[in-house]
């Protein structure tokens, strides 16, 4: 016999950063974030997992390709899972696991990520959301989504937000299990669901810092990173729960950017400085994020009020959001007027929500 179960998870967009940890291996942070999850029929994993008596070891595959599931992150996802697995009974078919039954069966995962492969854009969020909760559901693990997240956090620390759709905040927590450091929703997706997201995608290529060490350079040798943990995200976060119960833009956007900004400032003060707002500067000038940045902050100075907030995450590509579909249709003219579509096609913007733009 054999069992299968698939799952879908968006990616997330955090607008207060989760930057720096204070236990690597429970993948615990040193501030609580806030993100927006995406729609799913845009940057989403697919994931189908299956469990048979035949199989001989645990294996997995990506986009088609098999890859090895020795790294601490996933054994520590497994673990966590088949701790907590439930009894599973199929009397027509003839099937009955017992709980510990999940310590001897193997496991075969294939996912799939949807994403543009030229967009270089970051999957692991996604990825562990789905593997954890497509896997939970075929070992019938009987947990909430907060309790999933604390596993899907053990793969990927952005990924336990991505459990949730709409605003999600992963709380920090203070246990050094990382029993309360989980992911709540704060909102779901019908709550403010005229923002539109727009990536545009800068470049293709590959970050040079991975976050993880990224963050782990900071909590070294930043002294602006403590300032950030400790003062500045806590009062953030507050205002940010705010701005999103009271779906007001203008407080929203100014603390996204502000966020962001900060995030980079930090990067800047690590040592080595880690930089990854021009990482795209070389390819073409038009294309320096920086460059972004002071159009769109001129349109806010212009009409008075923030028409649109910005964000950037460990990679190049700018993430964008606007009020309403009228406001992110004069941000796509406005991008396409300052950076014309490029020979071969460098600057591709979509729009995430219904429908694709460009
Ligand atoms: C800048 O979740 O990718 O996107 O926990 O080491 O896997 P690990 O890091 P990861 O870091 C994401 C960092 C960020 C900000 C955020 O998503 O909050």
Redesign the pocket.
Same mark, same amino acid.
């Given at each position: 016999w054999i069992l299968m179960a698939t799952a879908r998870a968006p990616t997330n967009i955090?607008v207060i950063?989760?930057?720096g940890k204070r236990d690597e291996a429970l993948?615990l942070p040193i501030n609580d @974030?806030i %993100?927006v999850t995406l729609d799913p029929d845009h940057l989403s994993a697919t994931t189908t997992v299956a469990v048979s008596p035949s199989f001989e070891k645990d294996r997995m595959w990506l986009n088609g390709k098999e890859i090895s599931l020795s790294g601490g992150r996933y054994q520590n996802c497994l673990r966590e899972l088949r701790n907590r697995a439930g009894e599973y009974t199929d009397e027509n078919k003839g099937i009955h696991i017992e709980k510990y039954d999940w310590n001897k069966l193997h496991v075969h995962i294939a996912s799939y990520n949807n994403f543009p492969t030229a967009a270089g854009l970051?999957s692991?969020?996604a990825g562990f959301a789905c593997l954890v909760f497509s896997l939970a559901k075929l070992m019938n693990v009987k947990e909430d989504l907060s309790q999933l997240s604390t596993i899907a956090r053990q793969g @990927?620390? %952005?990924?336990c937000r991505s459990l949730y759709g709409g605003f999600v905040k992963w709380t920090m927590g203070n246990e050094m299990s990382g029993s309360d450091s989980i992911a709540v929703q704060l909102a779901n997706e019908t709550h403010w669901d005229d923002l539109v997201i727009i990536v545009a995608v800068v470049s293709s290529r590959q970050k040079e810092t991975s976050?993880?060490s990224g963050?782990r350079g900071s909590v070294e040798t930043s002294s602006l990173i403590q300032h950030r943990a400790k003062v500045v995200v806590p009062s953030r976060i507050l205002q940010m729960e705010q701005a999103i119960r009271n779906k007001d833009f203008s407080s929203f956007a100014r603390l996204t950017c502000a966020d962001s900004n900060q995030?980079h400032a930090v990067c800047l003060d690590t040592s080595p400085p880690i930089v990854y707002m021009n990482d795209t500067s070389h390819r073409h000038d038009l294309f320096h994020n920086y460059r972004i940045i002071s159009i769109l902050e001129r349109w806010n100075r212009h009409e008075g009020t923030p028409m649109v907030a910005y964000t950037f995450?460990?990679g190049p590509n700018a993430v964008i959001v606007a009020p309403n579909q009228k406001v992110a249709i004069d941000l796509l003219q406005r991008l396409l007027f300052y950076f014309p579509p490029a020979r071969d096609n460098e600057l591709s913007s979509y729009v995430l929500g219904d429908k694709q733009i460009l």
């Open positions: 955090a950063k989760y930057w993948i @974030s %993100s970051a692991s969020a @990927s620390g %952005s990924a976050s993880t963050m995030f995450d460990a």
